[in-house]
């Protein structure tokens, strides 16, 4: 049986908390790694998920205390999400090329 690791940094603007973690985590760009198992199906090979880390930011300087936690991908994507529906949910603001109104407008 084959594995594969693949790794990817999510950024959040916000501080952001997960499902069965009694800590806010603050904003910021982590990394996560999740491993999958090769297995040859009947029908086709595929690659079932089998973990996902997250390397937590340390609260001090010292990278020998650095924690890695093992999460559910699911609720890392509705954390990602929700983090993401924030920006989104900024009003917009666009400038009139009109030389009498050059307050802002906002787009909706």
Same mark, same amino acid.
């Not at 090769?38 to 609260?59: A, C, D, G, I, R």
């Not at 990278?63 to 917009?92: C, F, G, N």
């Given at each position: &049986?084959?594995?594969?690791?693949?790794?990817?940094?999510?950024? $959040?603007?916000?501080? $952001?908390?997960? +499902?069965?973690?009694? #800590?806010?985590?603050?904003?910021?760009?982590?990394?996560?790694?999740? #491993? #999958?198992? $090769?297995?040859?199906?009947? @029908?086709?090979? *595929?690659?079932?998920?089998?973990? *996902?880390? &997250?390397?937590?930011?340390? %609260?001090? !300087?010292?990278? !020998?205390?650095?924690? @890695?936690?093992?999460?559910?991908? +699911?609720?890392?994507?509705?954390?990602?999400?929700? !983090?993401? %529906? &924030?920006?989104?949910? +900024?009003?917009?603001?666009? $400038?009139?090329?009109?030389?009498?109104?050059?307050?802002?407008?906002?787009?909706?």
């Amino acid at each position: &049986m084959t594995n594969r690791t693949t790794s990817k940094i999510l950024n $959040f603007v916000r501080p $952001f908390s997960l +499902r069965g973690l009694a #800590e806010v985590l603050p904003a910021g760009a982590y990394k996560v790694i999740t #491993e #999958e198992s $090769f297995t040859e199906n009947v @029908t086709y090979p *595929t690659y079932q998920w089998v973990s *996902t880390h &997250m390397h937590l930011h340390t %609260k001090s !300087d010292r990278p !020998d205390e650095a924690r @890695t936690m093992s999460v559910d991908p +699911r609720d890392l994507e509705v954390a990602h999400l929700r !983090d993401q %529906k &924030m920006i989104d949910a +900024r009003p917009k603001v666009a $400038f009139s090329a009109r030389k009498s109104n050059n307050r802002a407008k906002r787009v909706f």
